[in-house]
Nanobody, 128 residues
């Protein structure tokens, strides 16, 4: 059984940096495309970033509005994916979810329905 556990969320001030981590267990990590999504109160879950599986080239993709501030990376030796968030803004406040999936085609990379496994989420609150 695949499990994803996020960590690193919390309360930060505008302009701060924050790094989220997602530890993946129970599967073959290198075969998964892993991504981050977020959901703010009253809004739909939205795509943040993803990194393709190693066998699919390991490329990264970002939401256009976030690509200048957020960076996704993965450490295969630790079965962990990270989201580095810089210059955070109040509108980044949301629950951030880690997701993993196998066999995700490129055109579905940004679609949460394409991911088979999800973490429980970690709250990020940006406020002064």
């Amino acid at each position: 059984q695949v499990q994803l556990v996020e960590s690193g969320g919390g309360l930060v001030q505008p302009g701060d940096s924050l790094r989220l981590s997602c530890a993946v267990s129970g599967g073959t990590f290198s075969q998964y495309t892993t991504g981050w999504f977020r959901q703010a109160p009253g809004k739909e879950r939205e795509f943040v970033a993803t990194i393709r599986s190693r066998s699919s080239g390991g490329r990264t993709y970002y939401a256009d509005s976030l690509k200048d501030r957020f960076t996704i990376s993965r450490e295969n030796a630790k079965n962990t994916v990270y989201l580095q968030m810089n210059s955070v803004k109040p509108e980044d406040t949301a629950v951030y979810y880690c997701a993993a999936g196998a066999g995700i085609i490129l055109s579905s990379t940004r679609d949460p329905a394409a991911y088979q496994h999800w973490g429980q989420g970690t709250q990020v609150t940006v406020s002064s």
